[in-house]
């Protein structure tokens, strides 16, 4: 069954950087679409970006372009997003979730990884 | 962006018929999905396309819309509804969600 497996809780400095990583399994990773997504305790859900397995084809929220970077390694069916110059605005849960081209939704999610940006 | 209008929260008691409704500030087709998400956890993906149920999702679940106004119905409701649900849209770019309806089961 498709499996996606977060990486755990992140406790960082303002102004670090900070890469979760997305492991897969049960699906072929090299032929479909990744999207990551921002929750801020209580609040609603934010896209950040998609990024496509088979080429590293990228698209962006325009809101998060500079903040988070988007990553593959298919050897190892994993996705990365990079978030850059933290500061306590980022602290949020961070989702990833494969996206199906054929009903634009998001049907497997990971478990969510939480990042706590505090000095 | 398409802003995504919904509720804040809902009350009701276990048997009834609930419908959680979402407005889109611009036409999003039939490109609406439909999210349960509960304390803790990872959003569940119930309705996508508008109308259509997800595997394993119990037929309770249904919904409709298109354009700009959406519906989710549960009917009947149950004490393991609680929860927090989200519409979301595939149309416009970027990809949004509403704010989210908590509904609550007496």
């Known amino acids: 069954q498709v499996k996606l497996q977060q990486s755990g809780a992140e406790l960082v400095k303002p102004g670090a950087s900070v890469k979760l990583s997305c492991k897969t399994s049960g699906y072929t990773f090299s032929t479909s679409y990744m999207s990551w997504f921002k929750q801020i305790p209580g609040q609603s859900i934010e896209w950040i970006g998609m990024?496509?397995?088979?080429?590293?084809?990228?698209g962006y929220n325009q809101k998060f372009k500079g903040k988070a970077t988007l990553t593959v390694d298919t050897s190892s069916s994993t996705a990365y997003m990079d978030l850059s110059s933290l500061t306590t605005e980022d602290s949020a849960v961070y989702f990833c979730a494969r996206y199906s081209s054929y009903t634009v939704s998001f049907a497997y999610w990971g478990q969510g990884t939480l990042v706590t940006v505090s000095s | 962006d398409t802003v995504l209008t919904q509720s804040p929260a809902l009350a009701v008691s276990p048997g009834e018929r609930v419908t959680i409704s979402c407005r889109a500030s611009e036409s999003v087709s039939t490109l609406m999905h439909w999210y349960q998400q509960k304390p803790g956890q990872q959003p569940t993906l119930l309705i996508y396309l508008a109308s259509n149920l997800e595997s394993g999702v119990p037929a309770r679940f249904s919904g409709s819309g298109s354009g700009t106004d959406f519906t989710l119905t549960i009917d009947p409701v149950e004490a393991d509804d609680t929860a927090t649900y989200y519409c979301q849209q595939s149309w416009n770019d970027p990809l949004t969600f509403g704010s989210g309806t908590k509904l609550e089961i007496k």
């Open positions: 990024i496509y397995a088979g080429d590293g084809g990228t």
